[in-house]
């Protein structure tokens, strides 16, 4: 017990000393003191006979809960413990009021972001109105849309037939209607939206079916019933709902079937309009008049039940009959550059409700013009395509078939065929870059080795041949050669710096005579880079700024030397001039290319003059075979009509009367070169000019005719029987 009395202060009074210091042990570390050093010898507290352990278990109950409490302050939020303490009451109370304030959070959103004004305009997509470059309207395409309705202008029985079908308590429920949905899960029948919920939908919403849709849908549908009175929101409704067709709006609608103004509709005429939102393309009665007319009778039998209409009244409506006009502010949505530039346009366009207005970079002289050169083209049973670009890539005019309206294809854009000699040019253009000389010489001799083995027209050859004069005369063989010699890898990086992509095969000689398939529009802008000797060119319905620093620092653009793009444009003006490419000379400077596929299958001319590229492609929609056309023929003679009007270059004047018939000196023939062809007419025939007289001659035909100074002589033909031209 000594070991114990060390620790003791005194009794519980206080220390004998009148210190007032309270007794008990001393602290622990006390005994660290030697057993010896005992300077307390106050006696030991008597143990009590009868200790009060309820007073003990109430002083360690505090401590418990003191430390309890403190331990639970000391949690913090990221701690589960934190959030296990919290009792029902607690989470019950908070939960209530997040719920209070995500709904208040919510109608505030909407209070400040819902855009009522929308309700006026529809969801579909905006209309788009396209321009010609002089503002002349050329196409339409989009929502029809016509002037809200009032329903106060309208007769009862237009109202009628909507509320009688869509929402019968529509003047008497708050947007929602409880019985409505009930009797639609009960009976299975409809969906139970009112008609401010189904605005609520095609306005502000998706069409998508979802829980979380139909609760925003109520959620809208009580803010339109809290900011609009009962007429507005029908106006709305009606002025907005879909009809078929395209028709949006009752106003649209009703002139569109009826042609006639909502304001002076019929009652049977509005039952059938008012049975369309159901389904309208089903029940559109331009296509389904018996569904439309069944439909119409529910709507009828509906309004007697809500006693609209009598039965006797209702028996009496007759059959509406079906009034569909073309109406005179419609434009044609359906024209082959309107069909190209639309997509384009809306790809740039935001989402918007609004109707635009877009200029495009149509010409509508160059595009009427286009039209009636093809018009009155000898094309027979052949189709016909015609791209017209500036050298920066603006389409003036497209021609992309005969007739629109029998065949909306759109043979400038959409059809893929062989480009044939016109992809000579890149052949060449490559020959130049590595270094030939348009007076270099390559061999035109038959091909007798190897699998594929072209052959030239009519079967003309020699031992050799310049770069220019075989690219005039359009030889097969020396291209092959070229195209050979610099090799296919070469030749095909430059088609793709021109901007071509179709796919070309490696290695494949017969590629130099463009035996694979590509468009015309990307056909003709590669001929717009070399006119314009930058590219590649990129064909655009829509006018485009000048280009900024940053374009024209990130946007690569090749070019050829000055010297490559002159000996080019000498090769070009060689074939138009005397080459293949005769019938589309013109009196100004002019550059272009012929080509023809094997068997007459496709005929091309594509080149350009002044500030115009144009291309012109003839062909059969199934690649039948033409009658003998090829590209110098009918396309060279409308790229050159085209070209004639477009750049307004005057016919040659007639020769004045002179006084005397003969002239004073010797006529010089400075335009016709000595033993130079000149071709006469579509089928081949040919007139020659040598040894002082003329020499006329037809492919297919054994003999020729000779006329010199000792008379008319008929002469065994010089040449075989031509084959097919390039």
Known sequence: MAFFDRFWKGSRAGAPDGTGTPAGFYPLYESQRPLDDDEDDLPRPRVSATPDFDAWDAKLGL?????????????????????????????????LLAAFAVFALLIGWLAVTAPLSKSLEPIAPPQVTLLASDGTPIARQGAIVEAPVKVADLPPHVVQAFIAIEDRRFYSHWGIDPRGIARAAWTGYGGGSTITQQLAKFTFLTPEQSLSRKAREALIALWLESWLTKDEILERYLSNAYFGDNQYGLRAASLHYFY??????????????????Q??????????????????????????????????????????????????????????FADWALPLAREGMEASYSKQTLTTTLDSRLQALANRIVARAPLGGA??????????????????????????FNRATQARRQPGSTFKTFVYLTALEEGWEPDDTIPNTPITQGSYRPKNAREQYSDQITLEDAFASSSNVAAVRLFQAVGSDKVIRTARRLGITAPMTEGDPSLALGTFSMTLMELTAAYAGIAANEYPVEPHAFARGERSWWDWLTTRRDSMSSGDHEDLEGMLRAAINRGTGRNASLPIANYGKTGTTQDYRDALFVGY????????????????????????????????????????????????????????????PLDVLDGEEIPVGQDGTTLRIEQGGVTLSQPGVPVEVRVDGGGVVVQPSASPSPAPPP
């Open 260 to 277: 006639r103004q909502p304001e002076k509709l019929r009652p049977e005429q509005a039952a059938m309009l008012a049975g369309l939102l």
């Open 63 to 95: 401590v418990d809960e003191a430390l309890a409490v403190e331990e639970k302050r000391r949690l913090r939020w990221w701690q589960r413990d934190y959030w296990r303490a919290r009792s029902k009451l607690w989470w019950t109370g908070r939960g």
């Open 279 to 336: 389904a309208p393309s089903r029940y559109a009665p331009t296509k389904h008049y018996d569904k439309a007319k069944k439909r119409m009778e529910l709507v009828i039998g509906s309004m007697v039940d809500e006693g609209y209409l009598t039965a006797a009244e209702a028996k009496a409506l007759p059959d509406p009959r079906i009034d569909v006009r073309t109406r005179d502010d419609n434009l044609p949505t359906g024209t082959y």
């Open 383 to 408: 189709q016909v395509a015609l791209v017209a670009m500036r050298r920066n890539g603006e389409v003036v005019a497209m021609v992309g078939g005969r007739d629109y309206r029998k065949s909306p």
């Open 609 to 668: 003059a002044g500030d115009l590229v144009v291309g012109v492609w003839v062909g059969n929609d199934d690649n039948t075979p033409l009658n003998g056309v090829t590209g110098g023929s009918t396309p060279a003679r409308i790229w050159r009509d085209f070209l004639r009007g477009a750049l307004k270059i005057e016919a040659a004047p007639e020769p004045k009367a002179e006084d005397t018939p003969d002239p004073e000196g010797p006529v010089q």
